[in-house]
């Protein structure tokens, strides 16, 4: 049976069921070909305001739903990532652009995140307090009500996942806003999964539609708390709106994270790692590998062996095709990752492998002699560029790994493991990796960044408990209480 069969969705948003989008409809292109693949709706502020205003509706009679029940819909839609991965690798593969390993690891961390969402449904919600009073005295979390979810095209399901299946296992109802470029595997493919699994009617709807609708979303007067994943100017943007509205909104942004490899570094591994670190789904990833700090007495050697690595890598259409990497989403986007490379080699940096594309399939590249006041290295490319910057001692490297207004990932390199964690901490970041690149991700682990790279940690655990409730004082007195009025 297909989870993903067009005659459901085709045209349409889900809104307390799936009916044709107040906006219209807008095409499901594939970045690889440049083919439609479909049609799904494109929300509007109408729409939004509609599927805010069921949800609100409906999350009521789900939040006074057991949370065994809650559980056990958040365990069969885990089962269902993983039941229907083949056909969910399909949409990743050609909607997103993803290698076949990139849609493997979205749907295996879609599940788990499900998986843990339901252990988080049973965590206790609340503590006894002392008083000063004869009085009971506790402190309860509640549902927070409605929850808003905008997700980024790069990492669709996960980053739609991440917070949708924590804030429904906590008794909130969700409106999904995909972005619209991956409207299929980062929406349709999450409603379909909840639908199976027996969620009611109303209590998720998806809403692809653009930047009006976002705007709906975050003032609507249903919505009471809105998690975003993006680039940091939007979520800039998002955070302003918000706190106009007295919303609590958490924000997961950009990052131009630093590999810092010290002298002692197997190079051979640390080549490998640095590859996989900015060349992941073309660079398109929050956690990136966005600068390579590396100590001078190894830098010629190990720009040399990224740079041959680089040219090795196959690039093409990964639904056709063994690649290592596929395309970029789109040319806006390619245009953009150009023109930084550019700008640098303009202002003097050394282009050692790459810098080209055909359409829009983007050459892995190597920058050296790159400087504070290189693009591709200042700013974050969200494409598969690796500038490479020598330090001359740990002073400098910490220096130059601070020096970005960033602070979500970092990775470290040595064979000295506790001198990593000595470096390590000295640098701002949400997420540290030692002998690892900055990559990384679990379901039950904390995740966000500081500075520009968003409003810390929001996801994982106690996070999410945090991130998806309201706090509730309460007392109680055995008998009413006496005042000397």
């Given amino acids: 049976m297909s989870l993903l069969d067009p005659s459901h969705w085709s045209g349409k948003v889900a809104i307390g069921g799936w009916t044709p989008a107040a906006g219209g409809q807008t095409s499901v292109v594939e970045p690889a070909t440049g083919d439609t693949l479909e049609r799904v709706g494109s929300a509007n502020p109408e729409d939004v305001a509609r599927a805010s205003e069921r949800a609100a509706q409906a999350q009521r009679q789900w939040a006074r739903t057991p949370y065994t029940e809650r559980a056990a819909v958040l365990r ?13 690798h399909h949409w990743l593969i050609r ?9 493997a690891f979205e749907t295996n961390l879609a599940a788990q995140e499900c998986y843990e969402a339901a252990a988080l449904a049973s965590r206790p919600l609340g503590e006894l307090l002392p008083s000063a009073e004869p009085r009971l005295s506790m402190a309860r979390r509640l549902p927070a009500g409605v929850v808003g979810v905008i997700a980024p095209f790069n990492a669709p ?6 917070s949708v299946a924590p804030a429904l296992a906590l008794g909130n109802a969700v409106v999904l806003k995909p972005d619209p470029r991956t409207a299929v595997c980062g929406g349709v493919a999450v409603m379909r999964v909840f639908e199976e699994a027996g969620l009611p009617e109303g209590v998720l709807a998806v809403v692809p539609g653009g930047a009006d609708a976002g705007h709906q979303l975050v003032v609507d007067p249903h919505t009471h708390v809105v998690s975003f994943t993006g680039s940091t100017a939007a979520g800039r943007k998002v955070g302003a709106t918000a706190a106009e509205h007295l919303k609590r909104v958490h924000l997961e942004l950009g990052g131009n994270s630093a590999m810092i490899v010290l002298p002692d570094a ?6 490998s790692t640095a590859a996989f670190g900015s060349y992941f789904h073309q660079g398109q990833i929050c956690m990136t590998t966005g600068r390579h700090l590396v100590h001078a007495s190894i830098a010629d050697e190990y720009a040399e062996r990224l740079a ?28 953009k990752i150009h023109a930084l490379v550019t700008a640098s080699v303009e202002g003097g940096a050394r282009l050692a492998a790459g810098g080209t594309h055909e359409e829009l399939f983007y050459r892995p590249t190597v920058l050296t002699e790159v400087t504070d006041a290189s693009p591709a290295y200042a700013e974050e490319v969200f494409g598969p560029v690796a500038p490479i910057r020598a330090f001359s001692d740990v002073d400098e490297a910490v220096a130059l790994a601070t020096a970005s207004t960033y602070g979500l990932a970092l990775s470290v390199l040595t064979r000295d493991v506790m001198r990593g964690l000595e470096v390590a901490e000295r640098i701002p970041a949400g997420l540290v990796h030692i002998n690892d690149q900055t990559v990384n991700d679990e379901a039950l682990a904390p995740m966000g960044g ?28 055995a008998q009413e209480a006496t005042y000397p009025i």
Avoid: N, Y
Avoid at 95 to 103: I, L, M, R
Avoid at 450 to 477: D, M
């Fill in 450 to 477: 500081v500075g520009a790279s968003g409003t810390g940690v929001r996801f994982g655990g106690t996070a999410s408990l945090e991130a998806f409730t309201e706090t509730r004082w309460i007392t109680v007195r």
């Fill in 157 to 162: 399901l996960v980053l739609a996942t991440r």
């Fill in 266 to 271: 197997d190079l051979e591994r640390a080549v």
């Fill in 76 to 88: 069969r839609a885990g089962d269902l990532f993983t039941r229907h991965a083949d056909e969910i």
């Fill in 95 to 103: 909607e997103a652009g993803c290698v076949p390993g990139k849609a």
């Fill in 308 to 335: 041959h690595k680089a040219e090795q890598l196959t690039v093409g259409d990964p639904a056709r095709e063994e690649v290592a990497l596929g395309p970029i989403i789109d040319a806006p986007q390619r245009d």
